[in-house]
């Protein structure tokens, strides 16, 4: 969706990372010596890695079992979005059709709090919407949901001509508010909060495990 690579700067959009490949080209006078050596150096590569790979098996075991990796999240009555999962990645994506209007949302897994951060932060749940309408035009909200609001952090106006206008900070709060029951009335409200933070907690969980094995991958390889 465009308004991911044009508002947020997530992982997602800042990877995929490059894969460099170093080639190493050796020019063997004696083909014996030289199996050796790459018996050998393989040998203790592989004996060097195994606390590794016992790590990294040990823990795709310990996610798969967690309650946030086997839990069943079913998605209430009246839920009026079509939900995507993007694997691999680090979104879930929302969209659905109302009125003429297309209203489509991004979710973005939370950053773990480290030191100096609030723990609430664990439940916050970056989202961006957008409500685009048949002339072009479209409204672009940058939002965190947190357990009691659904807060508007940034907002952008996309004209006909393709022209971005962007966030006033100094917007009146009345202005503030009616914007939030406009994404209310198209179902972006707090009820459903809930849903979408089982539904980052399961997504947390399968990217994790998927993240573990393709480690496991590289490192057996």
Known sequence: MAITTVIRISISSVMPFAVVRRTVERRNHHHY?????????????????????????????????????????????????DIQDNPGQETISLARECQGELIEAELYLSRVPGEGHDDLEAKNIP????????????????????????????????LEDGEIVPFIPEIEENIREAFQ???????????????????????????HALWLKNVNKIVEA
């Open 181 to 207: 029951k406009y994404l209310e009335i198209r179902g972006i409200k707090l009820s459903i909060y809930n849903f979408l933070s089982e539904c980052m907690s399961k997504k947390k969980s399968k990217e």
């Open 127 to 158: 989202l961006d919407i957008s409500v685009s309408k048949k002339n072009g035009t479209s409204l672009w909200f940058v939002c965190t949901a947190v357990p009691n609001e659904i807060i508007i952090d940034f907002l952008y106006l996309y």
């Open 33 to 81: 010596s030289s199996a050796l050596f790459t018996a050998l150096y393989q040998y203790k590569t592989s004996s060097a890695d195994d606390p590794l790979v016992r790590a990294v098996k040990s823990n795709i075991k310990s996610v798969e079992e967690s309650a946030d990796h086997e839990a069943k999240v079913e998605v209430p009555n009246g839920f009026p979005f």
